[in-house]
């Protein structure tokens, strides 16, 4: 196919400074595609990035072009990412990990805690972070951080895959086990979509801790709501459990206080797997974890979880049709963003069409 020579991409020049601008469409490496972006999702993560939280890291430099829950149709292969079975017309999902494929981490199949990190010139790419990312008409990858999609699944569910992938990496971490009580600190995006997958993998009760609409819908999607700002969460999981506490405890909320209570709620033997990344550092009750060998485990990202995400939604054990709420063009993006960050008329994902709708 050939490809424009520019394309319109969200760039952002500096802290909260952005603006749609005409960039050169990129060119594949030997192991890369270029894929026509359909379907682009905002994701918690890049309010933080284009307010500048996390400085030199991500980004590393501007100008940059954020954004890494999408999907696409690839319209360019390399030559190996061709010889390994990548063709135009594949309709794919992105993730943002891409390790090095080399080192002891990725050879373990770690790749999201890559010993190469941050080291471009050796293979390693985080895409929408340090490396370009997918708001933008077209989108070059690394076919390691691709996945092809079924004709049935529509590019838009597609576009969820990786922050599906992350609640799924999630609630397998906590070694919850069917039929267990399950308890979900965090409402938002990433604690909706953990009720989802925990619910797909056999969870008995759900309790999830949140507020106001969002904690609504989790209500809707079938868990026990906890009102944090009405309820002591603590007390409630204890009254519901018979003092016992819950075997699996995902933390998704990334606030201090979330993951203590999140390791004070978690039943003997239990497992409290945190997604939420937190600004400071929470004290833990380790005497307590010691004495009754509560695990905590932390999570990055999506390791080998992206398959199986593919299959539970081509297989409708997942339907994430109610956390689709706005969709807008890439030229509305300002707009997206602060209906995002404001959470206004229930805002929980909000997917951007870079190449119309
Ligand atoms: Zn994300
Ligand atoms: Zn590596």
Redesign the pocket.
């Known amino acids: 196919m050939q490809l424009p020579k520019q394309m319109d991409a969200l760039v952002l020049k500096g802290v909260r400074d952005f603006a749609i601008e005409s960039i050169q469409v990129p060119v594949p490496d030997d192991d890369e595609v270029i894929c026509k972006v359909d379907t682009i999702f905002i ?4 309010p933080h990035i284009i307010a500048g939280d996390f400085p030199d890291f991500w980004p590393t430099a501007f100008p940059f072009v954020p954004g ?2 999408w999907s696409g149709t690839v319209v360019e292969t390399g030559k190996k990412a061709y010889n390994l079975g990548w063709n135009e017309g594949d309709r794919v999902c992105g993730i ?1 990990h891409c390790g090095c494929g080399y080192c002891e981490m990725c050879i373990k199949g770690r790749y999201n805690i890559c010993l190469n990190y941050g080291h471009e010139e050796r293979g390693h790419r985080q895409y929408g972070h340090y490396t370009p990312g997918a708001y933008a008409q077209f989108m070059r990858t690394s076919v390691k951080s691709i996945f092809k999609i079924p004709d049935s699944m529509p590019l838009e569910y597609a576009a969820c895959v ?2 599906l992938s ?1 609640a799924l990496y999630t609630v397998k971490r906590s070694k919850m086990q069917p039929g267990d009580d399950v308890l979900i600190l965090g409402t938002g995006p990433q604690g909706l979509m953990a009720i989802l997958c925990a619910k797909a993998l056999g969870a008995g009760r759900i309790f999830a801790a949140g507020s106001g609409d969002r904690l609504k819908k989790a209500g809707e999607l079938g868990a026990l709501i906890i009102d944090y700002h009405k309820e002591d969460v603590l007390e409630k999981v204890k009254e519901l459990t018979n003092g016992r506490g819950v075997p699996a405890v995902l933390e998704c909320a990334g606030t201090e206080k979330s993951i203590t209570q999140a390791c004070l709620a978690a039943a003997k033997g239990g497992v409290v797997s945190v997604v939420g990344i937190p600004h400071s550092n929470p004290s833990l009750p380790i005497k307590r974890m010691v004495l009754d060998e509560v695990e905590l485990v932390g999570n990055r990202a999506n390791p080998n979880t992206a398959k199986a995400t593919i299959e539970l939604l081509t297989n409708n054990r997942i339907d994430l049709k109610s956390l689709m709420t706005h969709r807008f063009s890439l030229k509305e993006f300002g707009k997206a963003l602060d209906i995002f960050e404001k959470r206004q008329d229930g805002a929980i994902k909000v997917a951007i069409k870079p190449n119309g709708f």
Do not use: L, Q, V
């Not at 994701?43 to 890049?46: L, Y």
């Open positions: 994701c918690g993560t890049d890494h829950e943002s990786d922050p992350i």
